[in-house]
């Protein structure tokens, strides 16, 4: 419900999770103007949902795109989604989630384990990983 597609000319290429009416929160390794933010589509080859433009994109200020540290920016919409949309929920512990802690990660990313093959999804799917320390992640 809150996940959302960003979309170009050519199709989706990275998704996000709305915060409020007029901001999604994605990587920053996404940004890259201009593009639409599709919010309520599960198939991404369905008209479903609402399409409404980006107007402007804040990447973290430390963002390195050499790094994986600090990938993450606010993207701003042109204009407010429905009253009725719901928001993903903020953590403020920085405890919590702990390390091997089930969680849930959803979007339509790639489907294929291996580093050289892309395979997406064209359907919203998720699933419930454990989290990792920084130190294995690297």
Known sequence: PYAVSLSDQI???CGGSLLARDVVLSAAHCQGSPYNVVVGRHALDSDEGVVIPMKNEVPHPDYNPALT???FMLV???????EDSEFVKLN????????DAPVTVM?????????DVST???????VEVNVISNEECK
């Open 92 to 99: 403020s512990d920085t405890s919590n989630p702990g390390i």
């Open 120 to 126: 997406l999804s064209n359907v919203l799917l998720e």
């Open 11 to 13: 199709g989706h290429f």
């Open 69 to 71: 540290d600090n990938d």
């Open 107 to 115: 979007g339509w990313g790639d489907m294929d384990e291996a580093d």
């Open 76 to 82: 701003f919409l042109e204009s407010p989604v429905g």
